[in-house]
């Protein structure tokens, strides 16, 4: 936690928190935290764990692929993922503004010796295909190879339509190219673009979910793809110190997680929705809403003090993580009606306290 969330989490409450700094937040219910409990289990690097192969079995059969293999981590599992693709000198295409390129404290070239070439995304979040045909490299020994592409969906929230995915990935494969699908909230962009899990994993070869986003198990992400790639990643994994053992204690919160929390998805969505519509009404903010995220910023080129924002909210017990140009607010399955309510009091108490309001 940054020391400015220390600070602010040192004062005492007598309620627990709202916490929208992000999905990642949420702590396991009691009736995940049975499951766990009582989770049949065994040695996963003998592929021995029941509850561990029951959970890539179900992932990558929903997905339409061959097999599934559990991960410690999103980052972990986008890394396996690419170093299972690419060798050394290889050359992943993908968005200045993935995570893969931007977040994963490059990786991919620290491990695998592999470069990035990257492009902007467009508005919708998407790479568009001519950017992508002009990146790839030509067959000339002055050029790395183009191996991979690496997409992303939703993005910052984003849920790209299976169209503008499917392009992207087009582009990349008529080259040759295989594609890697960074799905950290795969499901919710599956709820918001109302396709199923096969259709959005059918652009990608392999395709990585996270359960501790908008899932809400404590930790893990699964990688689904081709057998041949899904051996290849379990080597991988190992080298990375990803071999667990009788790690079905989190493979069962995942099962949970795929029969409980999928669905509520759209929950998150609605009251994103919904708080968009009421800070709408307050002059001079810019909202944006994309599946369970809010952005906030300022409709003039004064920004928004973020800072005393953060303030006033965490007086309501309400925490952000305060932003430059932009604010955001990410909704998960402990925000509930009730807290909708503070959240909203507490951005009117906020917006009384600015001058002229
Ligand atoms: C789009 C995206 N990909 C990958 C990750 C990495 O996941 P993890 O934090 O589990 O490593 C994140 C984490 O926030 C993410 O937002």
Redesign the pocket.
């Given at each position: 936690m940054s020391s400015y969330h220390q600070a602010i989490k040192a004062s005492p409450r007598n309620t627990p928190w709202i916490d929208l700094r992000s999905d990642?937040v949420t702590t396991p219910g009691p009736d995940m935290r049975q499951v766990m409990a009582n989770a049949e289990v065994g040695d996963d690097v003998y592929d021995d764990d029941p509850t561990v192969n029951l959970l890539q079995d179900r992932l990558a059969e929903m997905l339409g692929k061959e097999a599934g293999l559990l991960m410690a981590?999103?980052?972990?599992s986008?890394l396996s993922a690419m170093l299972s693709h690419c060798g050394r000198g290889d050359e992943i295409i993908t968005a200045k503004q993935y995570?893969v390129f931007s977040?994963e404290a490059g990786g991919a070239a620290i491990v695998g010796g592999i470069m990035f070439e990257t492009l902007e995304t467009s508005a919708d979040g998407a790479l568009e295909p001519d950017a992508i045909r002009g990146a790839i490299k030509p067959d000339d020994i002055h050029c790395p190879v183009s191996r991979l592409l690496c997409l992303?969906n939703t993005h910052h929230g984003k849920a790209i339509a299976l169209d503008r995915m499917q392009a992207a990935a087009d582009a990349g494969r008529a080259a040759g190219m295989q594609v890697h699908l960074?799905g950290?909230?795969f499901f919710n962009a599956v709820k918001a673009l109302n396709i199923s899990p096969a259709d959005l994993a059918g652009v990608a070869d392999t395709v990585s979910i996270?359960l501790?986003?908008g899932l809400g198990t404590p930790a893990g992400?699964v990688l689904v793809g081709p057998q041949e790639m899904i051996n290849k990643a379990k080597r991988i994994r190992k080298f990375l110190g990803g071999g667990m053992r009788q790690v079905g204690v989190l493979a069962a919160a995942g099962l949970y997680a795929l029969d409980h929390h999928i669905e509520r998805l759209t929950d998150d969505h609605n009251r994103a929705a919904e708080l968009a519509a009421y800070l709408s009404a307050m002059d001079g903010l810019a909202i944006e809403t994309a599946t369970n995220m809010i952005f906030i910023s300022s409709q003039s080129s004064q920004p928004i003090d973020a800072h005393h924002l953060a303030k006033v909210l965490a007086d309501h017990g309400v925490l952000i993580t305060p932003g430059d140009a932009s604010t955001r607010l990410v909704m998960h399955l402990e925000v509930d009606d009730h807290a909708m309510e503070t959240i909203k009091a507490a951005f009117q108490d906020w917006y009384e306290s600015q001058s002229g309001n």
């Open positions: 990642t981590s999103g980052t972990m986008n995570h977040d992303e960074d950290a909230r996270c501790s986003k992400s």
